[in-house]
């Protein structure tokens, strides 16, 4: 079979020199790759052009229900990819991890849209005030770059590295060309044939390399941005590359490295904490067959625990049946190729020169289900040292199998320096039912470190593990494990988005970003905007309410009706050095008494009171003063039906600014309506 790439909207075959792939387990040739003949430059034209201009007219609801319904267009297909996955040497939990785990970073990213603007930008931060009287302000608007991403992904994940990637830059309203790593691009091949097929992306929103991409970086431009997952050395030698310098494209890269996982001084055989250690070890050094970019690579242990670590987790290793996924009773699969089982064996032959393996033997070791002459196996590898500040390869070269080191340390202060002996890691995580041991190795450690798990029974059946990166948080370290930052919820969108920097009145910026700026102008009409359907706001709009005068018996009430009793409100013989003159209202019988004079009560679009955002109490309200209420639309942002008997509805942001009779505002605060629309179609 020859895999296809997909390439300005057609599958076709690469020309010239296949790259055969096996299958991991039994040795067969399964597939043969191969791009020659691709135009990378016409490839990214055909994004830029194509797929670019559609995604960013999109707004960043619609691009998000997209990826939701790619999502559960997936998931009923899932049962396929698990047949291919299984030719890669996966078992079981392996291709879950990459399959559904992708899958779920498409749910994860999609749920985001409701952190965005129902727009195809996203307007930052808070409002800069540039000016005495306010009429010349400054915001930061954030637009979708009009480039494309090239995503150069690794081979031990072909599916969840994808996933991870475009389901980012998607969100973002930018196209993507992914690059997986050709020996196992046969499953990557296979889930992208379904998503074309699906038409749920637009075109040119989606392109596919199976064989080699040498020479696309040579067409980057600077709205491009390229990211990539695998080794160090290869990733600088990408970083380097001229053009990305020439045109400062942003370039992510997300190395191997070093991670570790450390032993608390409290959990000592016999706690919880204790077998979690060695259940979590065990478990990273076997799932994917240790090739995971966030596996543990160096267990560090107090000293006088190091005996008690190496015969517990020996004995789990031991346990830990090799062979064919197929076969019950197997926990462990091969390795992605014979590639990978040779490179693994030299590392293991260099770390072998400065400390000794006390657990597994690169050749003899049981295989069940398969022949070991013809499958990609190795088992698995610890290894002791006694002296890591003087033998100090284990934090410099890294087997990427199922290897581990085991290492001691005296002290706290020796655990965290060990740990960042690795010269910058995806992950390292600590178990310990001490919060003081915890403290102290997060703030010493996080600078080298891009995700730390601190695991103890408290969280132990609802953790996702040491070697699991979540879409919502980031992804990446610094130093050896490249610098960059993947996924991280919103900052992962934020990554494929130009921040800049407006200036203009307010009237003008509000026009520009669609949200009502404080200070702008304000339009009245005679219907009341709760009388409104959703279609029919407009932002800008506003009420100017009817006022009302303070009075004691509005605080006294408002305390007990509330219950709160505070001497600043009740006690006019307490105020002596505060910055009270007098009993002063509650802020939130403002806000109440706000609500009383804003909303209109019969019955209408508005469905109800959706939340409450920004309030700030900013001016003291004393009897005798009196308040009234500037109630306007600020932003809308539509919402999608559930099912079929669903309202078709939104939510409206309204500004309430409450001032007094001098003009001068007092509070203000954001409300969220849930809206009908008028076209419930």
Not at 120 to 129: H, I, L, M, N, R
Not at 279 to 296: I, N, P, S
Not at 600 to 628: H, S
């Amino acid at each position: 079979m020859k895999l296809q790439n997909y390439a300005q909207g057609q599958w076709v075959e690469g020309s010239g020199k296949e790259k055969p792939l096996f299958d991991a387990i039994t040795g067969e040739q399964i597939a043969t790759a191969s791009s020659e003949g691709l135009d990378f430059a016409a490839m990214m034209d055909y994004a830029r052009k194509v797929g670019g201009p559609t995604l960013r007219k999109m707004t960043f609801q619609e691009r998000g229900l997209m990826l939701k319904a790619l999502a559960m267009h997936l998931l009923t297909l899932k049962a396929k990819y698990y047949e291919v996955s299984a030719k890669t040497g996966a078992t079981k939990v392996d291709s879950w991890i990459d399959i559904e785990g992708g899958i779920g970073n498409l749910f994860a990213n999609a749920s985001l849209r409701r952190q965005f603007p129902d727009e195809p930008f996203y307007v930052d931060g808070e409002t800069a005030p540039l000016s005495k009287n306010g009429t010349f302000i400054g915001h930061h608007i954030m637009v979708p770059k009009q480039g494309v991403a090239i995503h150069i992904n690794a081979f031990n994940f072909p599916i969840w590295g994808m996933l991870e990637k475009i389901a980012v830059n998607l969100m973002a309203g930018v196209p993507a060309i992914v690059k997986p790593a050709t020996l196992t691009s046969f499953l990557t091949e296979a889930m992208v044939k379904d998503i074309i097929d699906s038409n749920i992306l637009p075109a040119g929103a989606l392109q596919l390399i199976c064989g080699s991409a040498n020479g696309i970086l040579d067409h980057v431009t600077n709205q491009d941005v390229v990211t990539f997952t695998g080794s160090a050395s290869t990733g600088k030698m990408l970083k380097a590359h001229p053009r990305l310098l020439e045109e400062a494209v942003p370039f992510n890269m997300e190395a191997d490295s070093l991670n570790a996982s450390i032993l608390g001084e409290d959990a000592v055989p016999g706690t919880e904490e204790f077998d979690l250690f060695i259940k979590e070890v065990q478990r990273e050094m076997t799932v994917k067959a240790g090739q995971k970019c966030t596996a543990v690579r160096r267990i560090i242990v107090p000293e006088k625990l190091v005996e008690d670590v190496q015969i517990a987790l020996g004995k789990r290793l031991a346990q830990t049946v090799i062979g064919n996924p197929a076969v019950e009773g197997v926990r462990m699969g091969s390795l992605a190729g014979l590639e990978q089982v040779k490179e693994v064996k030299e590392k293991v032959a260099q770390l072998s020169t400065s400390q000794k393996i006390v657990f597994g033997d690169v050749d003899n070791f049981e295989v069940t289900g398969a022949d070991k002459s013809k499958g990609a196996f190795l088992s698995p590898i610890l290894f002791l040292n006694e002296n890591p500040f003087t033998n100090t390869d284990c934090h410099n070269i890294e087997a990427f199998g199922p290897v581990s080191t085991i290492i001691p340390y005296k002290t706290l202060d020796e655990a965290i320096e060990l740990a960042n002996m690795g010269k910058g890691s995806l992950v390292c995580s600590i178990v310990t039912n001490d919060d003081k041991i915890a403290k102290e190795f997060v703030l010493g450690a996080a600078c080298m470190h891009g995700r730390i798990l601190i695991l103890n029974a408290a969280c132990a059946k609802e953790s996702t593990g040491h070697g699991s990166p979540m879409p919502l948080l980031t992804h990446g370290g610094p130093g050896r494990a490249g610098g960059g930052e993947e996924m991280g919820g919103k900052r992962g969108i934020l990554h494929y988005l130009q921040r800049t920097a407006i200036q203009g009145s307010p009237t003008m910026i509000t026009n520009i970003t669609n949200q009502y700026q404080y200070g702008a102008e304000q339009t009245e009409f005679d219907r009341h905007v709760f009388q409104k359907y959703f279609e029919e706001i407009q932002i800008g709009e506003t009420v100017i309410t009817r006022k009302h005068t303070v009075t004691d018996a509005d605080i006294v009430n408002f305390a007990n009706v509330s219950g709160d009793h505070f001497y600043a409100h009740v006690d006019a013989t307490s105020l002596e050095g505060t910055i009270f003159e007098k009993n002063v209202a509650h802020g939130y019988w403002v806000l109440s008494k706000a609500a009383g004079l804003f909303v209109d009560g019969k019955k209408g679009p508005v469905l109800l009171n959706y939340g409450l955002d920004e309030c700030r109490f900013v001016k003291p309200v004393y009897p005798g003063m009196t308040i009234g209420v500037r109630f306007t639309a600020k932003e809308k942002i539509s919402q999608e039906k559930k099912d079929e008997t669903d309202i078709k509805k939104g939510i409206v942001k309204f500004l309430v600014d409450v001032y007094d009779e001098t003009g001068e505002t007092v509070a203000l605060a954001t409300i969220l309506t849930m809206v009908k629309f008028k076209n419930q179609d």
